[in-house]
């Protein structure tokens, strides 16, 4: 669990993405509370910088995995990493992910296919691949980082969130008997790397929407102690969801464009 028991360590934690914004506050907060650590992403080098800082500040094992979730046979060996019985994981935390700037017919098919394979069928293969011995042990935990999209008709970005939102909901009441721990968290703009790749300006978006990683992240992991289900982090964002489940979808709509300028 996140938050161990007195007669529990830790455990170690899988985060992917973890080298910069939502990734990198779990990778840190997680060390700071002794979880070892295995961190995914595409860069090596900057997979290394960040386990050597995470070991001299926290003084945790720190493995270094380096994949591409969008290719199959890359995600292969994270999900075997996850199955691995020899090194258990306590926590998974689906983190990695990207957007596309333009609306659908303005991206090509294989970018469209691109993002898909990373938010869905990694989030898909690889909860499947930890789930299995989590449920076995009568232990563990995921996180699959959504988002405040999920809530919103913008593409098929929104469409893959709802689809996370979908599944979490669903694998919560499935493995919360067998004593696993499924949480969605649902975060909306975020000061990161994420809409800087998007050539997405932060004047976008409405200074009061956008959010810091770390109070984020501990929100998060505050929400994951309680045992919820679903964490939506500061009031305006609830706000925002609780509308989103009232308005009409066209009305809705009307703001495809805010934070893509």
Known sequence: MSSPQPDRPAGT?????PTAGIGRAFAEQLAARGHDLVLVARDTARLEGVAAELCAAHGVAVEVLTADLADRGQLL???????????????????AGFGLKHRFLDNSADAETAMLDVLVTAVLRLSHAALG??????????VNVSSVAAFLPRGTYSAAKAWVNQFGAWASH?????????????????RTEFHARMDVSRGS?????????????????????RGRSLSVPSAQYKAITALARVVPGGVLQRFQGLGRR
Not at 13 to 17: I, K, R, S
Not at 133 to 142: D, I
Not at 178 to 188: D, E, H, N
């Open 13 to 17: 934690a899988l985060v992917t993405g």
């Open 77 to 95: 060996r994270v999900e075997e990493r996850l199955a691995d019985p020899a090194r258990p994981v306590e926590l998974l935390v689906n983190n």
């Open 133 to 142: 011995p989590m449920a076995e042990r009568g232990h563990g935990g995921v």
């Open 174 to 190: 499935e493995y919360a008997p067998r004593g696993v721990r499924v949480m969605t968290l649902c975060p909306g703009f975020v």
């Open 205 to 225: 978006a409405p200074d009061l929407l956008w959010l810091e990683a770390d109070r984020l992240v501990r929100d998060a992991l505050a929400d994951y102690d």
